[in-house]
């Protein structure tokens, strides 16, 4: 027996690999196949199954593509109605790969047709669940993405029985392999380990506690932040199929030379910049949101940009390729091109950002947190503003765009994209922080812990 877990940590998704005897079982896989065939062809196995635990909202699913190039079948549990082929499993349905097997545990309550997948290893034993985004380390999936068709509380009520009649009742031993890690917005508060055992699950994990169902509704559906939007189009996709990944990046993959890269721009198309913050801030071209490919790219540009509205890229040269293929992970296709040459080659006016360490920061100048509420709550710099950089640019209608502001994140990355955004929107002088909160602690800015001046 042989698992490996594939994670991705720019969406905090794992995808897995199982093999016995030379056959390969693929579970969730990303859009791009060619890691899971060359992992197989690597050690000498053929790909048999493609699970799939639900119809994933964070990002395109890899199966359709998988599963036509190793002619394998796609396989969901009970209820996942597609507009392609695929074989879906009874609840308790066994599927053999070499001398290990799979159960069916159909578990609705992330979504109607979640199923978690229980492997049983060479003796029978039950060895490890895949729970997919029913279970995750210290959470579970968020009930709250079927809206208009069944409410909160309903799937609620669903997780619940699924959770004290699947998963509770496996073994404390058994290994637990969820769908996604911490920084998902699939839970609320995912742990930071990417697998567990049902047996800490059972002592650690809230949604596992001995409660009533009331109870229970009542703490998961408590908190809940609204979902990104490109949500509801990606679980349409991956429900309804799309097109091979290489036809989309070879469309896609287009160098415009800087007259066709204004004349896209003209059209209406909105310029994001791949680059690392640290270079984004000396130059870029007006207008510019950047999201740098070092940080949870493919989820903020899921969170701030609408999937519908074309792109024209400006890339560190030679990540062209990389910024196209992370887009349509998440179901954004609609990219025009790139600039060719990258940003030396941009012959116009550039804008930038300017920059602060802590240190330098000057009294009397308003500060702008904007990190998720989750950590606004535990600790935030004293007179601060929050400003979540998820609900921007809504949330800044209420600044004075001629102001100097000081913008922070935990660390840096989010603090760029907000005040390129806040550019965008024609604020004059946001000024990024670098290092972030945690710096600006270092340095002794005052902060707020629990209501408390310290």
Same mark, same amino acid.
């Given at each position: 027996m042989y698992i490996e877990q594939l994670y991705t940590n720019c969406l905090a998704e794992a995808a897995y690999y199982i093999e016995s005897e030379g056959e390969a079982a693929i579970i969730d896989p990303l859009r791009e196949t060619e890691p899971y065939i060359a992992l197989a062809e690597k050690r000498g196995a053929k790909i048999k199954y493609v699970f799939e635990t639900h119809f994933h909202a964070d990002f395109v699913s890899g199966h359709i593509d998988l599963a036509a190039r190793v002619n394998a079948p796609i396989i969901y549990g009970p209820g996942a109605n *597609?507009? !392609?082929? $695929? !074989?879906?499993?009874?609840? @308790?349905? *066994?599927? %053999?790969?070499? #001398?290990? +097997?799979? #159960? $069916? &545990? /159909? +578990?609705? @309550?992330? %979504?109607?047709?979640? %199923?978690?997948? &229980? &492997? &049983?290893?060479? /003796? @029978?034993?039950? /060895?490890? $669940?895949? +729970?997919?985004d029913t279970l995750f380390v210290g959470d579970v999936g968020r009930p709250d993405l079927l809206d208009g068709v069944m409410s909160r509380e309903e799937l609620a009520g669903m997780l619940y029985d699924s959770l004290n009649t699947k998963i509770k009742t496996l073994p404390d031993p058994v290994i637990v392999y969820p769908a996604h890690g911490p920084g998902s917005a699939c839970g609320k508060n995912i742990g930071k380990e990417t697998f567990s055992t049902i047996g800490e699950q059972k002592r650690f994990n809230y949604a596992l506690k001995a409660m009533s169902r009331e109870e229970f509704i009542e703490k998961v559906t408590e908190g809940i932040l609204p979902p990104p939007h490109y949500f509801f189009e990606d679980a349409r996709i991956n429900r309804e199929g799309y097109n091979p990944i290489d036809t989309v990046i070879q469309k896609n993959k287009r160098p415009l030379p800087v007259k066709e890269f204004k004349q896209a721009i003209a059209a209406g198309a909105l310029v994001l910049d791949t680059r690392k913050p640290d270079d984004f801030e000396k130059g870029y071209v007006p207008g510019s949101i950047n999201i740098g490919l070092n940080g949870q790219y493919a989820v903020w540009v899921g969170t701030l940009i609408d999937i519908r509205q074309p792109l024209v890229l400006v890339t560190e040269v030679g990540k062209e390729e990389e910024s196209i293929l992370r887009l349509a992970r998440v179901g954004y296709e609609k990219v025009i091109g790139y600039l060719a040459g990258g940003i030396d080659s941009w012959d116009d006016k550039k804008e930038g950002v300017e920059s602060v360490w802590p240190e330098a920061m000057q009294p009397g100048i308003e500060i702008l947190d904007t990190r998720k509420p989750g950590e606004w709550n535990v600790c935030h710099a004293r007179d601060a503003q929050f400003i979540p950089l998820a609900d921007m640019p809504a949330n800044l209608k209420g600044l004075d765009k001629n102001k100097t502001y000081y913008v922070h994140c935990a660390g840096g990355y989010r603090s760029m994209i907000a005040c390129s955004l806040m550019k965008r929107e024609g604020f004059k002088h946001p000024v990024n922080v670098y290092g972030g909160f945690a710096a600006m602690q270092k340095a002794g800015v005052p902060v707020v812990v629990e209501e408390v001046a310290v």
């Open positions: *597609t507009r !392609y082929k $695929v !074989y879906n499993a009874k609840d @308790g349905e *066994t599927f %053999t790969l070499g #001398k290990l +097997t799979f #159960k $069916v &545990l /159909h +578990t609705p @309550g992330h %979504t109607p047709e979640s %199923t978690c997948y &229980l &492997l &049983l290893d060479e /003796h @029978g034993k039950e /060895h490890a $669940v895949f +729970t997919g």
